[in-house]
């Protein structure tokens, strides 16, 4: 299996459903798995940079084009962004209204310890 952003996060966001066949080196989640992945990035010392909502449809899966994002702030501490971008993306996660969706996570690996690689999807 081809690496796409570390091994480590790979094996936390290969659980859902793969984005390849729209040209997008990620995976998909439903909101229990994204909620989980977080728990487990967070574990790692890994912030979320946001996120994309996809829809499944005719047994495809396409984005519904709603997102989120998450900046790291001017002097805001390593650990500081990854607690303040899990909070975000956990929040946006469970308060949205739509049923049946899956999420994307964008982690931040180049500012991690979880390696990183030069083609980020």
């Keep these: ?72 702030e001017r002097g805001e501490s390593s650990d500081d962004f990854v607690a303040r971008s899990i909070s975000k993306a956990k929040s946006y996660i469970l308060g949205y209204q739509r049923k049946g969706v899956l999420f994307a996570l964008v982690p931040d690996i180049d500012n991690s310890g979880a390696g990183s690689l030069p083609d980020h999807p």
């Design 1 to 72: 299996m081809r690496i796409i952003w570390s091994k480590e996060v790979d094996a936390i966001l290969s659980v859902g459903r793969s984005l390849e066949s729209l040209g997008i080196r990620n995976w998909a989640l439903g909101s229990d798995a994204a909620l989980f992945a977080l728990e487990s990035l967070s574990d790692l010392g890994i912030g979320v940079l946001g996120g994309d909502v996809y829809v499944v449809d005719g047994g495809g899966v396409e984005s519904n084009y709603d997102n989120w994002y998450c900046n790291k």
